[in-house]
Nanobody, 125 residues
Framework: DVQLVESGGGSVQAGGSLRLSCAAS????????MGWVRQAPGKMRETIAQ????????LYSDSVKGRFTISQVVAERTIYLQLDSLKPEDSAMYYC???????????????????WGQGTQVTVS
């Protein structure tokens, strides 16, 4: 099975930055759609960014477009999410999630992911 381990969360003031990491292991297919998902208190999980492993095509939700950047180091099997210009409404638990195959040309729905990390908390004050 694929295992995902997130790190890099923390507390930051509004306008600040954080970088989240997601280390993946256990890949058995040639391509995976990797997503960053967040869940704020009282709200549903939502995909905010996604990328194909080994690819460059990225997709973002409107709420983070222009402020967050998803990237990867293929050799390290690590996905990153750079969070800039953070706002209090960005406070949430952030998860890395994936499933085999290419990303669709739209944001993944929560039910489409097969594997999840444990999450890392981001708090913006």
């Amino acid at each position: 099975d694929v295992q995902l381990v997130e790190s890099g969360g923390g507390s930051v003031q509004a306008g600040g930055s954080l970088r989240l990491s997601c280390a993946a292991s256990g890949y058995t297919y040639s391509s995976y759609c990797m997503g960053w998902v967040r869940q704020a208190p009282g709200k549903m999980r939502e995909t905010i960014a996604q990328i194909n492993t080994g690819g460059r095509n990225t997709l973002y939700s409107d709420s983070v477009k222009g402020r967050f950047t998803i990237s990867q180091v293929v050799a390290e099997r690590t996905i990153y999410l750079q969070l800039d210009s953070l706002k209090p409404e960005d406070s949430a638990m952030y998860y890395c999630a994936t499933r085999s195959g290419f990303c669709p040309e739209r944001l993944m729905t929560i039910g489409e992911y097969f594997y999840w990390g444990q999450g890392t908390q981001v708090t913006v004050s």
